[in-house]
């Protein structure tokens, strides 16, 4: 039986993030149905996340203004119960490997027998993000050149590269036998200089809104509600959130990283990864800046505000333009309700998972 261990961002983090979780839970779902594959999650940290506490989201928090420190004083008790509801699930939901680093890396193939990987999906190719390249997500290591590795769904984000750094990328990628890639960026210019990369859907799309519901929660929230998520604070965001939900009679759940108190805001910032499927599939509408919060949305065929934001502007771009449902996407309290045209959204989405599924059996075959 191959082995084939599956490396991202997700157990350590600055925040705990759905999307990082429910994107590795999806490809290791969707490689659990391959047949002769034993699929692990590597239980990698980064050094550049060696320190990061989540424990502590004000350090890592982009806005550093004293209204959203007092956010998070405030929800710091809700804060720890969805940390430790989000280390629960990675240690029920996955086969986990023992903790790897950079310096221990490795060691891997004596202690676990792996010799293949899959390096994504998320924004592991985001110098941006991580303030430089990763190893491990550009299979980097030894044991990773020495075998077999490539990428499914990783993302560069909105990364932009001096001719030093794309000498760097352009090394680094030889170490993937196959890259996938969730943004047409680089796509073509990699592919004229002989890289074998593909385009391919985030593994979050590979599965279906019925496979989520095996572990979504039931329903949590009796009356019709707005759930409102925002990775980072957007006023106008806010403010149109609060003007559908008026002029449609809900309240507004709140799992954003930045607390607001009023009588039509239901915090719920405890929430863990199945309790987020809950409160999408039951929302009358969702407003969010997040792209997974858009992709889960959209797979359960929800009324929903994207909104842009610093460092997503791209792969939201991609994503609504990909599956032909642009008009989601708003840059200001502009007081439009949109609803995407479903139909036109599922046909694409199943041209694509076609694809991407192809590729996905083409690593599995080539694997050793």
Known sequence: MKKIGIVSYNIYCNFTNYGSALQSYALYTKLKQKKNLDVYLVNYCPKVLENKNPLNPFGNMWDKD?????????TMPAITENY???????KTKFQLTKKYTDNNFNEIINNEGIKNYICGSDTIFCTLEFGGFVEGYFANHKVMKENYSCSYAASFGDAKFNENEWLELEEKLKNFKKIGVREATYVEKLKNEGYPIKRVIDPTLLLT????DKIASKRLINEDYLLLYARRNNDEMTKYAEDIAKKNGLKIVDISLRAIFNENHIPYYNAGVEEFLSLVKYSSYVVTNSFHGAIFALQYRKPVAVFTREQADTKIDNLVTLLGCKEIVHNSNDGAYTNPDYKLLTNNLEKYRKESEQ????IVNDAI
């Open 66 to 74: 004293e209204e959203s420190k007092k956010s998070i004083e405030v």
């Open 84 to 90: 430790w509801k989000f280390d629960e699930f990675y």
């Open 209 to 212: 809104s019925l496979d989520y």
């Open 359 to 362: 590729f996905l059996d083409e």
